[in-house]
């Protein structure tokens, strides 16, 4: 066993190296270090250069929603279950101490009648204001009565411009831009530029508009929830320019600001349910914005 060790160490690093060098060379199936960098390096470049002439304009738009206001209205199936729910409550729950209070006003009428009331007790009451639990409740009572709850309809619900209307509902804001030879609605959009994020092209389209320029918004993530991609007619098409590609972002209204001063005609934006998107904006582009509008 020894023999061969020897052999084999005799051998010079130089004829290990030579024998190593033909093998790999024989062999079609590998290719030597510095090729390969070199390939890679070139292809890496190449991937680059197209990305930056793609033909597709990359734009990212933000699904802005307003929350509810108010709760909405109980169903049926809801109201059993809230009355079921506060019956569980009473029946299960301790003596309150307006309870516990007319309970200790009940024992001491009854003790007066009975001619076991103590008059030492009135002796140490005598300072204090006596009101009795029944007062509190006709007092609680009136108060009541001239209570009047605000209304759940506001004067701008017929007004699909103002923030104020289906306030039981959440809503989305829609802006009318110029495509072609006509004026199309959709989301809040603008063009990426190099040097920032996607994320904060969308930021920069809220805060492009005039008429949201006091919007306050929380994005929802920094990936984009969706994608829309159009080709532009053919007329319109060049080999530089095919078509436009919209990554949407979802984001919260979490202050409205105050209005602006004034309004102009290229700022104007409605606020809708989705219920009612298929009214203003185009099939195609509808059936891309529902598909995250989960919950809404």
């Keep these: 066993m020894a023999a061969p060790c020897r052999r084999m160490a005799g051998r010079s690093l130089l004829q290990f190296l030579s024998s190593f060098s033909r093998t790999s060379v024989s062999n079609s199936g590998f290719r030597q270090f510095s090729s390969t960098s070199v390939c890679w390096g070139s292809r890496q470049a190449q991937h680059v250069e197209e ?17 509810p206001v108010i709760s909405a209205e109980s169903n049926p199936i809801e109201q059993q279950f809230r009355d079921m729910m506060i019956q569980m409550e009473l029946e299960k729950s301790m003596l309150s101490d307006h309870e516990l209070r007319l309970l200790d006003d009940a024992e001491r009428m009854r003790r007066m009648q009975a001619g076991e009331y103590d008059s030492d007790e009135e002796e140490d009451r005598r300072d204090q204001d006596i009101v009795l639990a029944q007062d509190l409740e006709d007092s609680w009572e009136q108060k009541l009565k001239n209570f009047q709850p605000a ?36 989301l809040p959009q603008t063009e990426w530029q ?84 298929q009214r203003y904006v185009k099939p195609a582009y509808l059936m891309k914005v529902e598909r995250f509008l989960l919950g809404f």
């Design 151 to 186: 209304a759940r309809v506001s004067d701008s619900e017929g007004d699909p411009g103002s923030l104020q209307r289906r306030l039981s509902d959440s809503l989305l804001l829609l802006v009318e831009r110029p495509v072609g030879r006509e004026k199309l609605w959709m």
């Design 51 to 67: 990305r930056a002439s793609s033909p597709w304009t990359l734009m990212a738009a933000v699904c802005l929603q307003r929350l």
């Design 194 to 277: 190099r040097g920032e994020t996607l994320r904060e092209t969308a930021e920069r389209a809220l805060s492009s508009l005039p008429a949201a320029s006091g919007f306050k918004a929380t994005f929802l993530g920094n990936t984009p929830c969706g994608v829309y991609k159009y080709k532009l007619p053919r007329a319109a098409r060049t080999e530089s320019s095919l078509g436009t590609k919209v990554f949407f972002f979802k984001a919260v209204l979490s202050d409205a600001g105050a209005p602006p001063a004034t309004e102009s005609p290229e700022s104007s934006l409605l606020w809708v349910t989705k219920s009612e998107l």
